[in-house]
């Protein structure tokens, strides 16, 4: 985890935000280094550090504004930088379906913009939404009985686009 986005994330009250675990800071931590042990490289595990800074569909709080990307850049990189912003880009209602898809297209929810991301982009999105998902579930009772079978259900879909690692872990954590 870099010291930068560590700093970063403590300026803008990431450590004081509540969230399912705890802290929104623990959170974030959590899901990088859940990224990390299933194989994620740097990149991955900077971006589950950093995943909610811009807000994201399901968590609005953005703790920068996304006319400071580049204060993020700075911190974790170019690569790692882009995927978070992919991650909080995503309007899930249009786009988590057909993410499985080779011709599914991703809405950004900031600009409307619709593309078809490659597998690369898929998979790194599908991984940091698994761990994302995974981690609130395994320490939220509640969320996985309210949330657990449509989360499996998702996963199942997104299976192809899933480590063997982060498939093992969904079935651990949502049965």
Known sequence: MTTEALAILRAAGADTIEHPGGTL???????????????????????GLCHAFYGTDGFPVALLDLGRRAELVEAIGVEAE???YFYASCDRKSSYAELADDRGEFVDRFTGTRTVPGLAARRDFAELT??????????????????????????????????????????????
């Open 25 to 47: 800071l623990a959170h974030l931590q959590r899901v990088s280094s859940l990224l990390t042990s299933w194989g994620g490289r740097p990149a991955l595990a900077s971006a």
């Open 82 to 84: 882009a995927l978070v």
């Open 130 to 175: 698994a761990a994302n998902e995974l981690d609130i579930a395994a320490v939220s009772p509640d969320v996985r009985t309210r949330h657990g079978a449509d989360l499996l259900g998702l996963f199942t879909r997104w299976r192809p686009l899933l480590s063997e690692p982060a498939w093992a872990h969904c079935r651990g954590v949502l049965g």
